[in-house]
């Protein structure tokens, strides 16, 4: 047995970034709680000149060692070691400051895995396919589908230019349309993409479609690629199975484009466990923690250019379903402009104080987000000019949540898809799996969300964003450690949720507000009692937005609604109180919010 | 301790090189060491004609099997003509016959073995790319890639729509401040790169593209009157393929804002200069600036004694800067200080300062705002001139 099995675990994990290489040291005290010891990161050094992620990997691992003492590199060992044993020191109870147990790792350098999906119909396998490679922690570049009005040409064109890592090709359901999938791979044969990494290698193909024809596929490929074939992702119309693709989507991401992604061919050679794509990392995170504390969970993550939004959310059988998806054209400096183009600037102007709409003409505020476009590097330095950014994040959270709905369903159940689905019909929002009316808990996260400097800022950003309703506590991740605890939950998750809950996330507050109002209610009037732990705390009045913090920050108890009248239901009917346990207040305290969902303004809220 | 910053290259004269390939596999029609003008061809290839294919089996009613298979006419390679049999079974001692024909001119491509579908394959189409700049060959690599360079003015634009093109700089008798109307665009100005002004209306662009110029380059543009001449609202700082009658570009950004002087006097200088305009424009991933290459006469070439520096991306003081965020959004000033430690915003962020004396004011400028005036900047709002 190992000297080390009695002392304290200690795991190093790195998250290899486009740019930033961060690891984080994770430790166990004496009573056997997690804390995160050290951290340390490196500019990523995957691109030329370099072109060795493992430089860049030594570098953070060699500021952990400087900042807290414990030294984990064997000597003069880092050029020639390619296995855990040869780098890494053993842990010796003798010697409790040095050694290691486990190396893990997540990786999005170089752009993360980048797909290009196929399906013959956008609403089925093209939807199905998307969603599957979107699973698998990938970023899907391109749809093809018979819809696209592009003509062959044009695509060949595309499909040089694009160099996707992995082709996913899907459409017809099993004995039915076969001309689709051979057109495209017939495209595929005429573009031979090339891969990003590896210039010998062929790009991997995955097949998903009309099971019929998967010999043939197969054989007109093989010239230029490696092709796999799973289980269509729809057999029939009414059956989706997208599980079996993106496993082979991870198991490809692995041994081929890892593998041939500059020095990460010794760094899985370290790692204790696969490598995954920081997307899926971040998502097993939330979904892990999901399950462990039965909540139902929607995280997104705004960035520069993407918006990437998690939800787990009970199906009609009550089975909680996880689901991703990332806007890749919604974000707050690259895709700003495209924010400002979907939305509007008359719905980003609704968002601004009457005192900083005065200040500024609509077309001055469009040319402001524009200019954010094209120097996207810049900051806002004015407080009023931050309330613009904020005003703007609002949008991109709605219209990523919208982008989610659309995509999000049960995987595993039988969807019975009617012209009404696929017409975009509006239903009632608890008919959808994500049902914000089911919602227990919204965390935040991406720079606009986690260095807002007002706490309050990132929860109005939030509730107003995604039109929260009913009873939901608030959360920011403060340091974006996600990815990292994602890939520990493989091997250690009560680890992985203890150190989420303590370190990772930051508690704002608690949000209630009704999920429909009656027709006929008055401005001011009450709508509902809230009880905190018992006692009365204050009144949800229908047109306005309370918060109570001082007493309630930082507490944790039960919350009761108790609806006056029948006017509003908060979620158990009109007229039904509702209750939760053991809700955290946060910062903040708690959001009394009876403003109506179609809500289009903002003032100064009262405390 | 030098920090860098973004900066758009504006110069007089540096040295470019340019790599001119296709999608395709190409040929290079030029030689190391030929000289080349912005319309030579230097690269041809072609593009694979399209397939249509064409099911036998299904066609014909019948399974594929080793019978039908006998029935084929063609081979992989065969050229054959629109109509021609491709396929004839006969039935009933040959009295019947079912016949598949082609659907176009082109060539066998493929067979599939499985369910003998035949792919015809269109003729290939001839593809070329042209230098787009004028200067010298310096390079070819295999697979047809051609890199050419030149010693040229040289000025990046913030943003641009439009392709490559190119034709003589006529730069337009307006002050940098002032907008650009329709009686700002010269009569006999076919094939000009017209320079200068803040912003123009969408009546002065239409104006432009009626008298066939092939670029204009100015200030700023308002994003109703980019839409209107673009024909979409760009969302996203990727272009370059927009059908439009002639590539713009904006050396300043989004609004109405002057042109910087310096900007101005390279282009002026330049007057009657041939010049190539490219208005692509790629924030992300790889930046790519819009830019205007005019290439110095071939006996004014030189060699590098004769290169200026381009502007160093060190931010120091004395610095000349453009301001690139609201509430100083486009006004230009020279650095008289920067400070160690991080400063505390409004906003709250602890950031790495500059201490900017403003040179000149946009027109529309807050009138608490005056040339001389001492502002403080965050670093990353800062572009060096």
């Known amino acids: ?607 | 301790m030098t920090q860098l910053v973004p900066s758009l290259i504006v110069t007089d004269r540096t040295v470019l090189r340019r790599r001119r390939e296709l999608a395709v596999p190409g040929k290079a029609l030029v030689a190391a060491g030929d000289n080349v003008s912005v319309d030579t061809v230097v690269v041809r290839g072609e593009i694979p004609g399209e397939i249509v294919t064409v099911s036998p089996s299904e066609s014909l009613g019948v399974p594929f099997d080793a019978r039908l298979r006998a029935a084929y006419l063609v081979r992989e390679g065969d050229t054959v003509t629109k109509g021609q049999v491709l396929v004839r079974q006969k039935h009933l001692w040959g009295l019947v016959q079912a016949t598949v024909e082609s659907p176009i001119d082109g060539s066998i491509s493929f067979i599939t073995h499985d369910q003998g579908r035949i792919g015809v394959q269109y003729p290939a189409r001839a593809v070329e790319r042209r230098a787009y700049l004028g200067g010298k060959v310096v390079g070819i690599e295999q697979g047809g890639a051609v890199e050419l360079e030149c010693v040229a003015s040289f000025v990046q634009g913030v943003f641009g729509v439009g392709g490559e093109r190119s034709g003589t700089i006529i730069p337009l008798s307006l002050a940098v401040d002032a907008p650009i109307e329709p009686a700002a665009i010269p009569s006999n100005c076919e094939g000009a790169i017209l320079c200068g002004g803040s912003s123009p209306t969408i009546d002065a662009l239409r104006t432009a593209a009626k008298r066939g110029v092939q670029g204009m380059v100015c200030g700023s543009v308002s994003a109703e009157v980019l839409q209107a001449f673009s024909g979409s609202d760009i969302g996203v700082a990727v272009t370059g393929d927009e059908p439009v009658p002639f590539s713009l570009i904006i050396t300043e950004g989004f609004g109405c804002v002057p042109m910087a002087e310096r900007t101005h006097r390279v282009l002026q200088h330049r007057a009657g200069s041939v010049a190539s305009i490219s208005g692509a424009t790629q924030v992300r991933a790889g930046a790519m600036r819009p830019e205007i290459i005019i290439p110095w006469p071939a006996a004014e070439q030189g060699g590098l004694n004769k290169v200026d520096e381009a502007p160093r991306a060190e931010l120091r003081v004395g610095s000349e800067v453009r301001l690139i965020r609201y509430p100083y959004f486009g006004l230009l000033g020279i650095v008289r200080e920067l400070p160690e430690q991080p400063i505390p915003l409004e906003t709250g962020a602890h950031v790495r300062a500059a201490k900017v004396e403003l040179k000149a004011i946009a027109p529309g400028g807050a009138s608490s705002l005056v040339a001389g005036l001492l502002v403080v900047v965050p670093r990353a709002n800062i572009e060096l001139v």
């Open chain 1, 1 to 607: 047995m190992s000297s080390s099995h009695q002392l304290p675990r200690r795991i190093l994990v790195t998250d290899c970034g486009s740019t930033t290489t961060k690891a984080l040291l994770f430790e166990q005290r004496a009573d056997g709680a997690w804390y995160t010891r050290s951290r340390g990161e490196a500019p990523t050094t995957v691109e030329a000149p370099i072109a060795d992620v493992t430089v860049g990997a030594l570098n953070a691992f060699r500021e952990i060692e400087e900042l807290s003492g414990v030294q984990l590199i064997r000597s003069g060992s880092s050029e020639s070691a390619t296995s855990f044993a040869d780098l890494f020191l053993p842990r010796d109870k003798a010697r409790p400051d040095v050694g290691l147990d486990l190396y893990l790792s997540t990786s999005s350098a170089g752009g993360g895995l980048q797909m290009l999906v196929a399906g013959l119909a956008r609403e089925y396998s093209a939807n199905s396919a998307a969603r599957a490679a979107l699973g698998a922690g990938a970023i899907v570049m391109d749809v093809i589908c018979a819809e696209d009005p592009r003509t062959s040409i044009e695509w060949i064109d595309r499909l040089r230019h694009l160099k996707p890592d992995i082709v996913l090709l899907t459409g017809g359901t099993d004995g039915g349309a076969i001309a689709f999938p051979i057109e495209v791979a017939e495209m595929l044969l005429q573009a031979r993409p090339r891969p990003r990494f590896g210039q010998t290698i062929r790009v991997p193909v995955i097949y998903a479609g009309n099971a019929a024809i998967s010999q043939e596929i197969t054989e007109l490929l093989s010239p230029i690629a490696d092709v796999s074939v799973t289980a269509n992702v729809r057999a029939s119309l009414d059956e989706e199975q997208i599980a079996q693709a993106r496993d082979a989507v991870h198991e490809l991401f692995l041994s081929h484009v890892m593998s041939h992604a500059p020095g990460y061919g010794k760094l899985m050679g370290w790692a204790s466990q696969p490598i995954m794509p920081t997307p899926a990392a971040a998502g097993d995170m939330v979904r892990s923690y999901a399950l462990a504390k039965k909540v139902s969970i929607l995280c997104a993550d705004i960035g520069g250019a993407t918006t990437d939004v998690f939800s787990v959310f009970p199906d009609a059988e009550g089975e909680p379903v996880f689901n991703r998806t990332v806007s890749a054209n919604l974000g707050m400096s690259y895709s700003i402009g495209n924010v400002l183009k979907e939305a509007g600037i008359a719905r980003i102007e609704r968002w601004l104080e009457s005192s900083v709409r005065a200040a500024s003409t609509s077309q001055e505020l469009d040319h402001r987000i524009r200019n954010k476009m094209i120097r996207p590097t810049s900051i806002p330095q004015t407080l009023e000019d931050l309330k613009v950014e904020q005003a703007v994040c609002r949008e991109a959270l709605r219209l990523s949540l919208v982008h989610h709905r659309q995509l999000a369903v049960s995987a595993t159940k039988r969807q019975r898809r009617t012209f009404a689905d696929i017409f975009g019909s509006k239903e009632r929002d608890e008919q959808q799996l994500v049902n914000l009316a089911a919602l227990d808990m919204v965390v935040g996260s991406g720079g606009v969300l986690s260095h807002a400097p007002d706490r309050v800022d990132a929860a109005m950003m939030m509730i107003d964003g995604f039109g929260l309703c009913g009873i939901t506590e608030l959360f920011v991740d403060s340091v974006f450690m996600m990815p990292h605890l994602g890939v520990l939950a493989g091997v250690e998750p009560q680890a992985a949720a203890a150190l989420f809950e303590q370190e990772c996330l930051v508690a704002i507050g608690c949000h209630l507000r009704p999920v429909r109002v009656a027709k006929g209610v008055s401005h001011g009037q009450p709508l509902a009692e809230v009880r905190f732990n018992g006692t009365s705390v204050g009144e949800i009045c229908f047109g306005s937005l309370v918060m109570i913090g001082e007493k309630l920050a930082n507490q944790r108890g039960d919350i009761e609604v108790i609806p006056r009248g029948r006017q509003a239901d908060f979620g158990a009917g009109f007229g039904q109180a509702r209750a939760r346990r053991r809700v955290q207040l946060g910062q903040v305290g708690l959001f009394l919010d009876g403003r109506a969902l179609s809500f289009h303004g903002v003032e100064a809220i009262p405390r």
